[in-house]
Each structure stands twice: as structure tokens, then as C-alpha cells.
């Protein structure tokens, strides 16, 4: 069996770890987390960041620093991870759903003004499979109607919109660090805070709603509950694990995106003869080799595809199922019709694609795939 997915391992993971317990410091915001921190300060420009257990908990950070009321309303694409939306009904909005693009599964950046009212308070944008939303299109329709943008990165680590990285456009950025990820502890998370003024409070929130980070780091004689909160802070473990994967970034990225582009050019002839559909890639966004994706003709085809596949021993999967159609959020949808996020949630299948897949794997791949529309 050619699997989805296999974790990759840079084989310094369990030393880092070892010296993380030798350290006697294993709860959270250590040595480790700060390094981790610093690498992506440095690296990224990114202002400020904050390990988390996962994307979904720096998503919900987010939620709670734009300070959501019950009246807010939040604009999300329908085609992404439950937690995109989820983070944001836990804190009482009424999530608007965006179709996505016709050329590729990221927001209709054209569709976001029309979804705007007086309710609204912010637009998740999500940079599907590593691929750059517009982000100047969507920054100038924040700053027209003084919303918050926050980015959805979880695919996103080190992609690029015209030279700028993902996680540096909007107020507020999450990551993803799953085991699924170009960059992985397992599961694991970052929020990124490029507006200054959420620069104290999200560290307080971090911190279960106390100040117990600007203690320790000597800014005042104790600490208390001062906000709310929660537990959000991984483990120093987590972060040790984190920053043997780190140090490999450029290595890892260069082999994910050699994969990445042999699928590409492989599936062409397919594509061009308008049997399925392979990515488009904006003019504007970079390649971060994160997941390599088919569209096919019709849901049929598309199960059949994975069907055929599996029984040549390659395992390729569908992705999300649109929110607006799910059974939690259907009654609540506002009934409008968001053609292309269903299309993608019928039709979009993905490959297996991560460091240790061996070219000769993806030709028996590719080749299934040819003899599956040649018959």
C-alpha cells in the first residue's frame, strides 16, 4: 500500500526531547517553545507568536481577542476544516458562509463585499493547500470597512503571497503543526499577532487569563487572573519535537515541492485533454509542496477514481464537505447556493504526498491514474 500519508522524522526530535526533560522545565513556554518563537519571529517577520495544542486552539485565541459579540457576524469559506468556523460560533458569532473560487478552493475574494453588513466584524481567509489567497484584494476590504482579517495558514507555512509570507497579512494568523503538515509535532499549533494591540492580551489569554508570562519574565512581582483564558500553551516536549522539524524547513520544503511539481507536469496531458482538473496556481502565491490535488468531472467519477486507486494499493482521499450543507449548520445557512465549494467537496481528491514518497511510488501512481481515464 502506498499510504496518504507518513509522518517525517529528521532524527533529532528524541535528543531535543531528552534535553528538554534534562532541562526540568517540560510544562509550557520554556526553552523550546522561545526558540521555536524566535525561529519564526526571525525568519517570517512575523510580530509576535504563541505555540498552541493546535490550529483549532489558536483559531479560538483569535476568536476571543477580536472580541466577539452576539450580534457579530463572521465571514468564512464553506469549503475548509470545521474549526475554521467552529472557533467563532464558540464565541457567539453568526458565521457567514463564502463560496469558494471557480480556478481553485480558496474564497471568492470577488464574493466578500456583497456578504458584508453592519454586523459583520471579521473575514477567515484560508490558503488552501499552500496557495495565497489575494491579500491585497481582501486586506483593502478589511481597511474599507474596518474589519478583521484573520488567516487560516494550518496549509500555509512558508508560502508566500508576492514575496510576503502567509501569517504576516492579517491581524491575526493561525498554523497547523499535525502530523498531516509539512512541519509537524504530531498535533500541535501557532497564533501569529501582526496588530500591536493584541500584543499583551493574547499572552494573557495564552496563560489561562493570567500574567503569568510577563512574571517569569521578570515584569512584575506576581501574577493573577486578570482576563479569561485558557490552557492553550503546548508542552515543552511538543515544542522540542517542533524545533528538530524546524531546522529542517528548507530541506523538507525543497523535497515537498519537487514532489509536488513532478505530479504536476505528469498529470498535464490529463488535464489538457479535460479529463480532470490539476491545481491553478495564482500568479501571485508561491508553491509550499503541502498537498497535491485532482478535480474530476463529476462525484462518480471522482469515487471511482479512489476506488480504482484503492484497489492498486494507493491510498488517495476526498477532502471537506462544505459547511453550509453540514447537518450542524444547514438549518442556520442562509440558503444561498455556493456552487463551487460543493463542486470541490464532490470532486476533489488528493494524492499521497510527503518527504518519504519515492519517485517510483508517484509513477505507479501517475500511471493508475492514465490507465484509469484511458479505459
Known sequence: MIGFNSPYFTGKETAYIKDAVNRAHISGNGYYTNKCH??????????KCLLTTSCSDALEMAAILIDLQPENEVIVPSYTFVSSANAFIMNGAKIVFADSREDHPGINEDGIEELITNKTKAIVIVHYAGFACDMEKIMSIADKYNLFVIEDAAHAVDSFYDKKPLGAWGHLATFSFHETKNIMCGEGGMLVINDAQFLKRSEIIWEKGTNRAAFFRGEIDKYGWVDIGSSFLPSEIVAAFLYAQLEKIDEIQAKRIELWNFYF???KPIAERGLLRIPAVPSYSTINGHLFYLVTNSGHQRDELIGHLKKKGIQAVFHYMSLHRSKFYTEK???RELPNSDRYSDCLLRLPLYYDLEQSDQETII?????YFNN
Open 333 to 335: 445557512h442562509d440558503g
Open 265 to 267: 507536469e505528469s498529470l
Open 38 to 47: 524566535q525561529f519564526f519571529q526571525k525568519k517570517y517577520g512575523f510580530q
Open 367 to 371: 500511471d493508475e491514474i492514465k490507465a
